[in-house]
């Protein structure tokens, strides 16, 4: 894969993607920073994203394994003082709860800590049909914590109670659902849960796909968005609308889905794929904009500084 354009397109093309989008949301009124630098020192490869309900960023590095932290108000981020990650070279996804705790998943570990950085839990997972695993994404819900493997086809679970996080274990080895393609192809990516955490909507590079998971049995689907391949890389799940990341076999860029009411179907209905972005992985949504990271994955170490592009919500008028 080769770099989108130079920065100074890059900058060019944001502008004119906000001139055109449609009538903006709140946030997109305010004096809100177009593109966030999540760091200046070389190789830190940005990859996952996650913004609080009051306005805090953090970011992972798959480059380092460390996270950063900033304010969707400010145009920088600094190191987030996670204690204990020193062991840990990538770290890939990261999600918030409602608890303000930083979950993050990278090599064979998830890590929880508080606001301050300090360590809450550790949990390691088991080897997997095809050796170890590389945890890629996770996704926090009222009772557990599910987290897909890029090396193997496997979901790990982990049992919430109350503040207690049980072991990381396998739960649900997804080949079944596709038994002819080959295990090692899989490539798990991100994963979201619709509200009452009882769907799970896991996507696959290696089958070009999303693929629906009842939680409570593991009942295994293919959603059908009418398309011939859908594979993202990270996706948000906002009621009914999907957006997801796509950066292989197609062009790079936020694709927006309208699902039905069982995440079953869905219609893609936006392609934003002129947006600033340099191999974008995933992205994070708050007040009527779309936080996109640009990992520069394609040609490592990049080069500095590394960042996240901002861009309106189209269908933010929607809800």
């Not at 490869?45 to 950063?68: A, K, M, N, Q, W």
């Not at 979901?155 to 396998?170: F, M, Q, T, V, Y």
């Not at 002129?274 to 990992?295: E, I, M």
């Amino acid at each position: 894969m080769q770099r989108t354009t130079a920065r100074t397109v890059r900058l060019a093309a944001a502008l004119l993607l906000t001139a055109f989008a449609s009538a903006p949301g709140p946030a997109a009124a305010r004096d809100l920073p177009d593109t966030y630098v999540v760091s200046r020192a070389p190789g830190v490869l940005p990859e996952g994203i996650t913004i609080t309900p009051g306005g805090t960023v953090y970011v992972s590095s798959d480059g380092r394994g460390s996270l950063f932290r900033g304010r969707v108000d400010g145009p920088e981020l600094e190191p987030f003082p996670a204690r204990g990650l020193g062991d840990r070279t990538s770290t890939l996804g990261v999600h918030t709860d409602r608890r303000g705790r930083v979950f993050s998943v990278g090599g064979a570990t998830l890590t929880v800590h508080d606001g301050h950085g300090r360590p809450l839990a550790l949990r390691t997972a088991h080897s997997g049909p095809l050796g170890p695993p590389r945890l890629n994404d996770l996704v926090v819900t009222k009772d557990a914590v599910y987290a897909t493997d890029w090396a193997n086809p496997v979901i790990h679970r982990a049992e919430i109670k109350g503040s207690e996080l049980g072991p990381l274990e396998p739960w649900l080895d997804i080949r079944a659902a596709f038994p002819q393609f080959p295990a090692q192809y899989w490539l798990l990516n991100g994963i979201v849960a619709d509200e009452a955490g009882t769907t799970l909507l896991v996507a696959s590079n290696g089958t070009e796909a999303v693929w629906r998971i009842d939680a409570t049995d593991g009942a295994v689907s293919r959603l059908d968005l009418g398309e011939g391949s859908f594979g993202p890389d990270g996706m948000v799940l906002h009621g009914r609308t999907l957006y997801a990341v796509l950066n292989y076999g197609a062009p790079h860029g936020v694709y927006i889905a309208r699902l039905d009411e069982e995440l079953r179907t869905g219609t893609v209905t936006h392609r934003l794929t002129d947006g600033p972005f340099d191999l974008p992985t995933t992205l994070a949504r708050h007040d009527c904009r779309l936080y996109v990271v640009n990992s520069q994955l394609d040609e490592p170490p990049g080069l500095p500084p590394y960042t996240v592009s901002a861009i309106d919500d189209p269908v933010c008028d929607d809800w």
